[in-house]
């Protein structure tokens, strides 16, 4: 059996999806679509029932991919794959809203029960529901849970199996509404096509669905002139709006009577208490960037409590020692398997030691600092608290031209580039969702981080590391309003559209939830290294230890890589970071990063036969090392060469789910060429800017010029003329 779990947004699908499932949940992608797909099992004694957890909609109506996908599925024609029942899990806190989807499921005729989520919130509450008497007006079994404490599971399970083997007939509001006569009419022509869900079909006829309408375009006349003998002046003979507010009609009249509210309670809930800080149109955008800085603190700081300003001895962040800790055995591991090979062959030794063990081992050290950033958010997304940074980001985001509904997906990215940019399929507004695709890759994914690592645990380990890695997240964001400012202004004119979210009550995140989070993580990036990095590694190596005529040299620069890349290198001098005798390992670390960003640090330990104990000795290492390769650069340089990296055109995989977004070769090349514009001119004033004092110090007065202007507007301006005794001219206000 299949059971899949429909239900709005926030209603507790995805807990109860979790509790139901356990370890055996796996996520995919729907096939020729960009949204999750989760699946996994449920074990009843001997039997194991399919969960699948469809995405969270409103709605069957096609307005978004999710409620498309969601119908899709629950209508599938496919035996193996249609669902054999339908959980629908309601918010029992917000009744007459959340059975808006029930009422539209009913007429599916597929197998149903209701779970009455959250009852522990509406007992706290003081409002009690008649779920007897809720049953028995909706004429499907009505079974009140709690997804987060788990209770009420078992009864849940076994009233839906016992309701697939009852079977249920399709049901609809319309069939005793003021339009009967029309509906039935519909109806009577739509079983002529002995077609599977007839009562769905023949509502959404009347609805004017879309995608019903293409799907039976020889109905559509017949049904037209059916709804013109029937006119609904009332609704301007919209019968859409006319069947939507007749489900809320009969919602308010039939069901939601059965839920009785307590006395209103004055008292302001901790969640109004929260938000009047946490989203403070003042505070809120503090707020969110002291937490951040926080948890970059807690992770990349090498002086985790700022000891040494007492002149007393570092204590390094939990981040940075598990860092070592892990480089340390990592180190022991390389140092074990390079004397097993002592007898070997130069380059068999090479290319297990420098090579594979190198790079691989280069990516992997970061590790546990990627996890820590990875549970950080995890808990931010689980408390609801990722919700109100989308929020207030909209705020000042709107000032630019972009919406709380495009930063949705970009805060993604700062997971992994490629399904923030696969999840920009969800906004309706075309240039948003361009804008979108093309600021993705300005938001620091979970790849880009070992770059940020392995440069604070040398170069800048006791110069404020954890400063730095802040400084690259806020340039992504801050070079995405950069360029929002110039689309919005010469390429992707336009209003920007409204954004309407339901902010979700805060809650405890779940430890075994976050857990498996975590869980696929490792997963996902230790197939990333094993697979995709270590054979991009043995390539490098290949290139960097061979020359044309195959001949394995000890110095690399006599390589294929070296000189292919030193005929290349005159491009990025004026970054910088390609200045000098080992600045074309650099640019050479810039293309790999091409296939995956991780490979950028993969690359430079190659180049640099470095062990996990030459990372962590840091900016001190006098031999030879990452380190050493590294101290080659200057400040300036080395964060010119971080920002190119960050904002460059991103790892293959995102370029692909870009180009399916954006459909077309000539966007998808206008894209890769903003990226690396970009890059090139952010790198190159950051790193002249860096270089000579004047020059940084001109340009911030000339960004800030531009910024107070830019926020004083038209409005300020009028204010400040006002306070001078002036009014303003035509031309002022066209400043």
């Known amino acids: 059996m299949k059971f899949a779990l429909a239900g709005n947004p926030n209603s507790g699908k995805t807990t109860l999806f979790n509790n139901l499932t356990g370890s055996t949940a796996h996520v995919g992608n729907w096939p020729g679509v960009t949204v999750d797909k989760k699946e996994g099992v449920y074990k009843r004694g001997t039997d194991k029932i399919g969960i699948i957890d469809l995405p969270g909609i409103y709605s069957l109506s096609p307005y978004s991919p999710e409620e498309i996908i969601a119908r899709n599925y629950i209508l599938n024609d496919t035996p193996d794959d249609a669902p054999d029942l339908i959980i629908n899990i309601v918010d029992a806190t917000n009744l007459e809203r959340n059975l808006y989807l029930t009422t539209q499921l009913l007429e599916t005729g597929i197998p149903m029960v209701i779970a009455l989520n959250m009852m522990d919130v509406v007992e706290k509450n003081g409002d009690t529901i008649d779920v007897k008497a809720l049953e028995a007006a909706i004429g499907i079994p009505v079974i009140p849970i709690c997804a987060l404490k788990k209770n009420g599971i078992k009864e849940l399970i076994d009233k839906s199996v016992a309701a697939v083997k009852a079977g249920k007939m399709p049901t ?155 480089g340390e055995l990592s180190g022991m591991g390389i140092e074990a398997i390079a004397g097993a090979l002592e007898n070997q062959a130069v380059w068999v030794q090479s290319l297990v030691v420098d090579g594979l063990l190198g790079g691989i081992d280069a990516v992997l050290s970061f590790m546990p600092q990627m996890l820590l950033l990875f549970l950080f958010l995890s808990i931010m997304e689980e408390t609801g608290y990722m919700a109100r940074v ?79 890695v802040f400084g690259m997240y806020f340039l992504g964001i801050a070079t995405a309003i950069l360029v929002t400012i110039i689309l919005r202004k010469t390429i992707y004119k336009g209003s920007v559209p409204h954004f309407i979210m339901e902010l979700p009550n805060y809650h405890r995140p779940q430890v075994r939830s976050t857990l498996r989070h975590l869980w696929d993580k490792v997963i996902h990036y230790i197939k990333r290294v094993t697979l995709v990095i270590a054979g991009a590694v043995v390539i490098i190596w290949l290139l960097s230890s061979f020359s044309f005529t195959f001949t394995f040299v000890e110095d690399i620069g006599d390589s294929m890589m070296g000189i292919i890349s030193k005929g290349l290198t005159w491009l990025f001098i004026p970054l910088g970071f390609a200045m000098g005798d080992q600045g074309w390992m650099f640019v050479v670390a810039v293309f790999t990063g091409l296939i995956a960003k991780e490979m950028v640090v993969a690359t430079l330990g190659v180049f640099s036969g470095m062990t996990a104990d030459e990372i962590l000795e840091g900016g001190e290492l006098a031999g030879t090392g990452i380190a050493a390769l590294l101290s080659a650069l200057s400040i300036p340089a080395a964060i010119a060469f971080m920002a190119f990296n960050l904002l460059s055109v991103p790892c293959l995989a995102a370029v692909g789910a870009a180009s399916g977004e954006l459909r077309n070769k000539k966007s998808l090349w206008g894209a890769i060429g903003i990226w690396l514009l970009t890059a090139y001119v952010i790198s190159f004033v950051l790193y002249w800017a860096g270089t000579y004092w004047w020059i940084g110090m001109t340009l911030g007065i000339i960004a800030a010029v531009i910024i107070t202007l830019y926020i004083l507007n038209y409005k300020g301006i009028i204010k400040l003329s006002k306070i001078f005794g002036k009014t303003p001219d035509k031309k002022t206000l066209q400043l």
């Not at 709380?404 to 997906?409: D, S, V």
């Not at 507004?429 to 938001?443: D, G, Q, V, Y």
Request: hydrophobic share 45%; charged share 25%.
């Open 172 to 326: 609809t509001i319309l069939k005793e509404s003021k339009i009967s006569d029309v509906y039935c009419e519909v109806l009577d022509e739509v079983k002529k096509r002995n077609t599977k869900h007839e009562v769905f079909v023949a509502v959404k006829l009347i609805e004017g669905d879309d995608l019903i309408k293409r799907a039976y375009t020889d109905l559509v006349p017949t049904i037209t002139a059916i709804l013109e003998k029937n006119p609904q002046p009332d609704h301007d003979n919209d019968y859409e709006s006319l069947v939507a507010d007749m489900r809320y009609q009969y919602i308010s009249s039939n069901l939601s009577i059965h839920q009785t509210k307590a006395t209103k309670n004055t008292n302001v809930t901790r969640t109004e208490k929260a938000d009047k800080v946490l989203t403070h149109k003042i505070w809120g955008i503090p707020i969110f960037i002291v937490i951040m800085f926080a948890v970059f603190h807690i992770i990349f700081s090498g002086d985790f409590l700022y000891l040494s300003i007492y002149g007393l001895e570092p204590i390094e962040a939990p981040g940075v020692y598990l860092q070592t800790l892990v």
């Open 390 to 468: 989308a929020f207030i980001l909209d705020r000042a985001f709107r000032n630019f031209g972009l919406s709380g509904r495009a930063l949705l997906p970009l805060l993604m990215c700062f997971g992994c580039g490629v399904p923030g940019i696969m999840a920009t399929k969800g906004l309706e507004n075309e240039k948003e969702r361009k804008i979108s695709i093309i600021l993705a890759p300005f938001f620091s994914c979970g790849a880009k981080m070992p770059i940020w690592a392995v440069f604070a645990a040398t170069l800048f380990l006791e110069r404020g590391g954890e400063f730095v």
